[in-house]
């Protein structure tokens, strides 16, 4: 059997029937007032059969982390029974079923955020097209954001699922507070590196603290991150390796490095020609497990990123088309490249996901 799909020991208590992890994705298809949906549960449970763990779409933990319409919702105790459900459809297919925790930042709209102005670490538009101004945060802001993140783990383990994770990456508010680009401030939350890090292991510290109050001891923390920003100034790969150095030595169950392509290159320095993977787990060297994502798709695939050193491997658009790709990959049958829209009923793929993919302009394969 391929080492990929043996059981792995993730920590000295939890084990993980194989190495293959569903990454997050949103879905856009929770009930609109933030409940998870029942074409939600029928998803995740037709896509929790094969792989070790499930990390679920992304959710926010306080009103005005908001990102997306249709986004389910983990900042009030009256939602504990929809994250029930949530952990449980996922843990019946045999998956560790791993809440992911958000908060939009300058990435949401005053549309999602019901009229109300986007917020970040400054008072600076992210640079794309349609990005409205976000109001710089306040000192108790931060610290109620950093609380609510407290608060969802909390529910998390009230609701049953195995592990949180934080999502600073993909331009996200805890990345907003390392970029800086989105943070110029030059008090305690902004200013030097070190300042710039105070906001993500700020959440780190709280999101432990509340595994050490309500979870057990093998209650999984990880953490996800993207490497490099493209814009001027923005996050670049010396600033990354020394967020990782640090990440390193929090105690962390594992790392998730957020890539689209898993042995890409540096985006800012084209000359660079070693893989961004290779570097970051240079720098880890072994202290806490990491997890490689970014154009898997076949089991070919999978093994060369495992080869190529990540400790876990995800499958993000692959899963989505092939729900039970590890049945698939085991059996050698053909892993399917690209959607078949007319299909999508019978492959549980929530409508909301199904808009958004054909809105994709290609970027999610579809035939
Ligand atoms: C439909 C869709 C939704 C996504 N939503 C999230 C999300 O909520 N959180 C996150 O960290 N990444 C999200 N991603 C990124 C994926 O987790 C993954 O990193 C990316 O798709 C690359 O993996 P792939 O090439 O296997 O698809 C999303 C990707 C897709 C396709």
Redesign the pocket.
Known sequence: MADILKPYQLSSTIELRNRLVM?????WSSQPDGQISLDELDYYRYRSGGVGMV?T??TFTIPNGMGFKNQFYAGDDLYIPSLTKLADSIKLGGAKAIL?M?HAGRMSKKSVLGGNQIVSASAVKALREDSELPRELSEPEIHNIIESFYEATRRAIRAGFDGVEI?G??TYLVQQFFSPHSNRRDDYWGGSLLKRLRFPIGIVSSVKRAAADFGDDDFIVGY?FSPEEVEEPGITMDDTLKLVDVLADQGLTYLNL????YKQTSMRDKKDLRPVGKRIMQVVNDRVPVMG?????TFEDANDAYDFGYDMV?????I?INPDWVAKAKSGKEIDKSLDLKAVKSLYIPEG?VT??MESDG??PTK
């Open positions: 990454a997050p994705m949103t879905t990390i779409a992304t992911q958000f999502h990456a993909n996800r957020s890539l689209s392509n994502v970014g154009s898997v798709v995800q499958l993000g658009r692959s989505i996901m958004k993919i970027w999610f």
